[in-house]
C-alpha cells in the first residue's frame, strides 16, 4: 500500500496493479480515514480481479487540511476531479462518503457506477445525538465545546463496536478531528439533507447505476417510503448484509470486497 499526501495534504492510499483497467475510489465516512477502508483493500478479491483501489481521507477530517467550502456540493466537486485524475470509474462510499458520492452523480461530477455503504437518505434516518449537537451548532460557543466533549468520549462510546485488533486505532482516528471543523461541517450535511428531504429521489434522477449496501444491523434508519422507492427505481439495487451494522466495510469486509468487485464487473 502507498500513501500519496501531494494533493494539497490529502491522505490519499492506493492498492491493486499499477498498470489496472479499472479503479475504485473509495471515500470514508464523517471522522474517518482512508485507514478505515484496510480491511477491505486488504482482501484479495479486488487485485485479483485487476481492479486498482484509491482510498482518500475526505480533506478536513482526521484533521487534514478542510476546505473553505464544507458543502456537500463542494466534497461532490472535489472527489469528482479525484476521480477523474485517477482514472477511477467506481466511487465506493461509507456513510458520508456515499452521501457525497450520491452528490456526485445528481451533480454530473461522476457518470460511473455507484456503491453505497450505508448511506443516510434523510434528516430522520439519521442517529438522534448528531440531530442533537446540530442543534447546538447554532449556539455560538456551546457547539465547539459539545463537539469537544463529543470527541473525547467517542472513543470509548464506540470501541466495543470496532472489529478487534483495530478496535483502538479506529477509535483513536475518530476522536482526534477539529472540533470546530466538525461543527461547521455537520451544519453543511444537515443542510444538505434539509434541502433534499429524501436523497432516494435525488440518486435515482441521476441515473447513476448504484448498489446500496446496508447491514442488518444498521442503527440508521430506512423508511417505508425509502425502501419503497429503492426497490422502484431501475438503476438501483439493494444488498443487505448479515451480521454487520452501520460499519459494514470493517464488520464484513470480504463481502464489500466482493460487492465491490461485482460493481466493476459490470463496468462497459
Not at 34 to 43: I, Q, T
Not at 165 to 173: E, K, P, Q, V
Not at 222 to 234: A, F, K, Q, S
Request: include cysteine.
Amino acid at each position: 500500500m502507498s500513501t500519496d499526501s501531494g494533493r494539497a495534504g490529502w491522505d490519499i492510499r492506493t492498492t491493486g496493479p499499477h498498470d489496472a483497467a479499472r479503479r475504485a475510489l473509495l471515500l470514508p465516512g464523517a471522522l474517518c480515514t482512508a485507514e478505515f477502508y484496510a480491511d477491505v483493500m486488504a482482501e484479495p478479491a479486488p487485485a485479483d480481479a485487476g481492479l486498482g483501489l484509491v482510498a482518500v481521507t475526505l480533506p478536513g477530517h482526521g484533521r487534514s487540511p478542510a476546505p473553505e467550502d464544507l458543502s456537500i456540493g463542494n466534497y461532490a466537486r472535489l472527489m469528482g476531479r479525484l476521480a477523474a485524475d485517477t482514472g477511477c470509474d467506481l466511487v465506493v462510499g461509507h456513510s458520508l462518503g456515499a452521501n457525497i458520492a450520491i452528490e456526485m452523480a445528481a451533480l454530473g461530477e461522476f457518470s460511473g457506477p455507484l456503491v453505497l455503504l450505508s448511506p443516510v437518505f434523510s434528516r430522520g434516518d439519521e442517529a438522534r445525538e448528531l440531530a442533537l449537537l446540530d442543534r447546538l451548532a447554532h449556539v455560538p460557543v456551546l457547539g465547539t465545546a459539545a463537539w469537544t466533549v463529543a470527541l473525547r468520549t467517542l472513543p470509548r462510546n464506540v470501541r466495543d463496536s470496532l472489529p478487534p485488533g483495530r478496535r483502538d486505532t479506529l477509535a483513536s482516528i475518530m476522536g482526534d478531528n477539529d472540533p470546530a471543523f466538525c461543527r461547521a461541517a455537520l451544519r453543511q450535511y444537515f443542510a444538505h439533507l434539509d434541502e433534499h428531504g429524501s436523497l432516494v429521489n435525488r440518486l435515482c434522477a441521476s441515473g447513476a447505476r448504484a448498489v446500496v449496501v446496508r447491514g442488518t444491523a444498521d442503527d440508521i434508519g430506512l423508511t417505508d417510503g425509502e425502501r419503497h422507492d429503492l426497490g422502484t427505481c431501475p438503476t438501483l439495487t439493494l444488498v443487505t448484509v448479515p451480521r454487520a451494522g452501520h460499519g459494514v466495510l470493517f464488520e464484513q469486509p470480504r463481502r464489500v470486497a466482493q460487492i465491490i468487485v461485482a460493481a466493476a464487473d459490470g463496468i462497459g
